[in-house]
């Protein structure tokens, strides 16, 4: 019988063969990556494990650095006694001593989702620079081949123009940075400044990657994030609500896609440079994804449009889409999953996993 995670696996097994010439660079390496345990991150690491199960005959190490010990109920909890991963209790926000050598740094760690970066602000913020300055301060003297840094596309703010979305790269933004969400949105600007000024000083191998609208298997359907919430009220069996009006529009990706293009840049992206990661083939309005996820469900779930918006949702653009020229091309690739797809493989690994955990 097909189990939740076999889900995932499938996602693993088609991003390795879509880029196996890249990951194989990974081999006899030793990864750092900090927020493993989030959503995205995950995806990272089950590539890992299927990489050392299947391809390695030398395996690639990951110390994986978490905020609180995987509990059985968690996703990765599989990987606990694998000797090739090294779950560490970091929180990021507070000083800390990296004392691994590592090939390769991701520093994912964050609040993502706008209720709980909103919910610890100071903390959000102090992840983001504080966090990495202290791997930027660390890389100096210990060299790796390549670090990358989870930004995201929040820091595009609200385009006040239809010629700049889909955003590009070297759209400078356009925040409000007293607002609710500044926290989140500036300290990841803030963040890439550091970034971008280590590496012009001292040459450090380093990547931004600016993720835009991620979704997907794995997530907790108590995230906050759009589609999360959308899919959780579904799968409880009550209407969708929008709480906007359903007109702002967002270009949403699959994970397997957006993590074929984190490892491209890893592995093959130029130090000093920014990729957006995402899709900007499929930008739906708010209530077409509404629609789409109750057609899933057979249309037994009604959208339901309140139109009273909450205060963590006021900043929140009218149109947020990524520009992908620039990292489909650089890499020679192409999104794979369609939205409807995506969303049929999210909402299958949802029933499977929190079915299992009743």
């Known amino acids: 019988m097909k189990k939740a995670k076999d889900i995932i696996f499938e996602d693993v097994e088609d991003i390795i063969d879509r880029i196996e010439n890249k990951l194989c660079h990974l081999e006899g390496r030793k990864i750092l990556i900090t927020g493993a345990a989030g959503f995205i991150a995950s995806y990272l690491l089950d590539t890992v494990w299927m990489l050392n199960k299947k391809y390695f005959s030398k395996k690639c190490k990951v110390i994986a650095y978490i905020r609180r010990e995987l509990d059985s109920r968690h996703r990765l909890f599989y990987l606990k006694n694998d000797k090739n991963f090294v779950f560490k209790i970091v929180d990021v926000s ?39 300055e202290t791997i930027l301060k660390y890389m100096i003297k210990n060299r790796t081949r390549s670090f990358v840094f989870f930004s995201s596309g929040e820091i595009y703010g609200d385009p006040d123009s239809a010629k700049s979305v889909p955003t590009k790269e070297d759209y400078i933004g356009r925040t409000n940075h007293l607002a609710d969400r500044s926290c989140y949105v500036e300290s990841k600007r803030f963040s890439e400044t550091l970034c971008i000024n280590y590496f012009r000083k001292y040459n450090l191998p380093v990547k931004i990657v600016r993720p835009v609208h991620i979704y997907g298997p794995g997530i907790n359907l108590n995230d906050g994030r759009v589609w999360a919430d959308f899919i ?55 209530k077409e994804l509404a629609d789409i996820i109750a057609g899933i469900f057979n249309n037994k779930i009604k959208v339901v449009i309140e139109n009273k918006i909450p205060d963590y949702l006021k900043s929140s653009p009218q149109r947020s889409c990524p520009d992908m020229t620039k990292t489909l091309m650089t890499f020679g690739l192409k999104n794979k999953v369609s939205l409807k797809t995506g969303l049929k493989r999210t909402i299958q690994w949802v029933k499977m996993f929190y079915q299992s955990l009743k």
Request: contains cysteine; negative net charge; glycine residues 8%.
């Open 94 to 132: 507070k000083p800390f001593k990296i004392e691994e050598c590592s090939d390769y740094i991701i520093h994912a760690a964050s609040n993502a989702a706008p209720k709980k970066y909103m919910a610890d602000p100071v903390n959000t913020i102090e992840t983001n620079v504080r966090g990495t």
């Open 232 to 286: 959780k009220n579904a799968y409880e069996g009550k209407n969708i609500t929008i709480l906007s009006d359903g007109k702002a529009t967002r270009g949403f990706c699959y994970i397997s896609d957006a993590i074929v293009q984190i490892w491209s840049v890893l592995l093959s992206g130029k130090d000093g440079e920014v990729y957006n990661i995402g899709n900007d083939s499929e930008e739906v309005t708010i």
